[in-house]
């Protein structure tokens, strides 16, 4: 039976500063955007330039960030924030729901879509491949942090995370950082080295997102303060996966008709 290393949360202190893991991580995708970013924009016929790159990552970034953390309170928890509204701004006790970000990513581009006079779609899809290096190295600072912890198992992988108790767990994290980290930006970028109608690579990456989301969540301990939402085995993260599913396989039937 493994036990999970309870690794120091603080990457790096530097007197009164302290860095840590879970923010290294932020660091690590939105430079992965950026170089990306920048050398996809740089390939013939790119429908934008390395620097609006630039902006692409910070005002994304702050989607991000403000979205994701009106997600989880929205989400994940309402009762908290309703009956202590401040409560949103308490950040250090963690809280962000990446579906929230995406809606908060999504205003971004449909801002910078208008600014640009371009297809909102268009950017979309630039955009799109660029978005599981974050997802990823999110989920291996969850991981480092020892939260967000899997299911009890008896499989000989399971982990004992001593934060939650003394039984062993799926290693939910690491099962989620493959899937929505290496496999969706794997496939993503495969599927975008030959010309796609527009909307197809969005498509694609909300479809898989939202599969891989939903399945993974088996193996995920639900949210101690929703439990199951529904059926007694639906969470809240699979709830609101499967729009994205639905939209992502609307959009890409949508995509491949508008071409035809």
Do not use: C
């Amino acid at each position: 039976m493994l036990t999970h290393p309870q690794f120091d949360p603080v990457a790096l202190s530097i007197g009164p500063l302290k860095i840590h893991w879970y923010g290294l991580m932020y660091v690590i995708g939105f430079l992965g955007f950026l170089m990306l970013g920048k050398q996809r924009a740089r390939q013939p016929g790119s429908l934008f330039k390395p620097d609006q790159v630039d902006d692409m990552m910070f005002w994304g970034a702050l989607g991000v960030v403000l979205g994701g953390r009106v997600g989880y309170m929205f989400f994940y928890n309402f009762k908290s924030f309703l009956s202590d509204p401040l409560s949103f701004f308490q950040v250090w006790d963690g809280g962000m729901s990446f579906h929230g970000g995406l809606l908060g990513v999504t205003l971004v581009m449909f801002l910078l879509a208008r600014k640009w006079k371009i297809n909102v779609l268009s950017l979309a899809d630039f955009v799109a491949p660029l978005i599981p290096i974050g997802l990823g190295a999110g989920r291996i600072g969850n991981f480092i942090n020892g939260e967000l912890w899997g299911r009890t198992t008896d499989v000989s992988w399971g982990m004992v995370f001593p934060q939650a108790d003394s039984l062993p767990r799926h290693p939910s994290q690491l099962y989620q950082a493959f899937f929505e980290g290496l496999v969706l930006f794997t496939v993503l970028w495969i599927f975008i080295r030959q010309p796609r109608p527009t909307g197809a690579v969005t498509g694609l990456f909300l479809a898989l997102y939202g599969s891989f989301r939903f399945f993974t969540e088996f193996f995920r301990e639900p949210d101690i303060q929703l439990k199951f939402v529904a059926f007694d085995w639906l969470t809240q993260g699979q709830l609101l996966s499967i729009p994205m599913i639905l939209a992502g396989l609307g959009l890409i039937v949508w995509a491949y008709k508008q071409r035809a």
